[in-house]
């Protein structure tokens, strides 16, 4: 089993950055999507970037602009970079790497707080 674990998360007023990174704990075989999913309180989690093990990136719509998302598959991590801060960014943020095709698997991280506010 792989563990992924998120750190980077914190309060920050809005306007600010913050970088999230998340970090497997071994090498992770196949094609697979590394996906950014916040869940704010009384809200449905929400995926707002993705990257594949092939380079292709998605954000969802909130988020272009201010959010980019990389990965490093020799290093099993991946990162958030989040600028422009706003407070309806803050969520749990979790990461989450899903295989593809014939590779099964779904993997979770624990989760980091991030808090937009003055």
């Known amino acids: 089993q792989v563990q992924l674990v998120e750190s980077g998360g914190g309060l920050v007023q809005p306007g600010g950055s913050l970088r999230l990174s998340c970090a497997a704990s071994r090498s992770i075989f196949g094609t697979n999507v590394l996906g950014w999913y916040r869940q704010a309180p009384g809200k449905q989690r929400e995926l707002v970037a993705s990257i594949s093990s092939g380079g292709t990136i998605n954000y969802v719509d909130s988020v272009k602009g201010r959010f980019t998302t990389s990965r490093d598959n020799a290093k099993n991590t991946g990162s958030l970079q989040m600028n422009d801060l706003k407070p309806e960014d803050t969520a749990v943020y979790h990461c989450?790497?899903?295989?593809?095709?014939?590779?099964?698997?779904?993997?979770w991280g624990q989760g980091t707080q991030v808090t937009v506010s003055s």
């Open positions: 989450n790497v899903r295989g593809i095709g014939i590779w099964n698997y779904d993997y």
